[in-house]
């Protein structure tokens, strides 16, 4: 069955550090997006992604946060300067035209 | 914005039981209503879900129900297991690939 692949796993830096998330979304797949979850608390939406450029971004989503499709395959989550509060899993999703989401396993971030 | 309330935060029934896990939205617009399945450490995974244009949608032991004059949703689920334990989110959409609005979780024990 195919499946959102997301890297690292888990990842601990520094505050004020550069951090970038990466993500495989399904191959058939044409929309793509990033939800954060604080430990406890609800899934939350960051932005969505499609035809190479940001379809929405929610509040959270400010000018440190950034979203790319380098490659054609791969779809990444930069955060310039990381803050302790951004630490939590994130999660990258996709899907197809019904909007039917598969998630990966997430990548949980701890900023020190 | 939307918004999704969900209800009770957590629920403990006897193996064997039922559950049933409720929810309400704000947005009339939205029209695609997914429930999430959350085991530990792991993604949200799709287990059921129901678009606007059907009042109840069953898959063996799940069902669901909406009512969109109230704007009310709720998921149901019979002859629980102790593989049924999870924590369990609804979420609202507009449909299509517009983002996904998720509530605050259940946590669901079934008891062996």
């Known amino acids: 069955e195919p499946e959102v692949t997301q890297t690292p796993s888990h990842q601990v830096t520094q505050m004020g550090q550069e951090v970038i998330l990466r993500c495989v979304p399904i191959s058939n797949h044409l929309y793509f997006y990033w939800y954060r979850q604080i430990l406890g608390q609800k899934v939350e939406f960051l932005v969505s992604f499609y035809n190479n450029e940001i379809s929405e971004k929610s509040e959270i989503f400010d000018d440190q946060f950034s979203v790319e499709r380098p490659d054609g395959s791969n779809f990444t989550l930069k955060i310039r300067s990381t803050k302790l509060e951004d630490s939590a899993m994130y999660f990258c999703a996709s899907s197809g035209l019904d909007g039917e989401l598969f998630f990966g396993e997430g990548s949980r971030l701890t900023v020190l | 914005g939307e918004n999704v309330e969900q209800h009770p935060s957590t629920l403990s029934v006897q193996e064997g039981d039922s559950a049933v896990i409720k929810c309400t939205y704000s947005?009339?617009?939205?029209?695609?209503f997914p429930w999430y399945k959350q085991e530990l450490g792991k993604g949200p995974q799709l287990i059921i879900d129901?678009?606007?244009?059907?009042g109840e949608k069953k898959d063996q032991r799940i069902a669901v129900t909406l009512n969109k004059t109230a704007k009310h949703f709720s998921l149901h689920i019979t002859e629980t297991q102790p593989e049924d334990s999870a924590v369990y989110f609804c979420?609202?959409?507009?449909?299509?690939?517009?983002?996904?609005?998720f509530g605050t979780g259940t946590k669901l024990q079934v008891i062996p």
């Open positions: 947005d009339s617009a939205s029209n695609y």
């Open positions: 129901i678009r606007s244009n059907v």
């Open positions: 979420a609202a959409s507009t449909g299509g690939y517009q983002k996904v609005t």
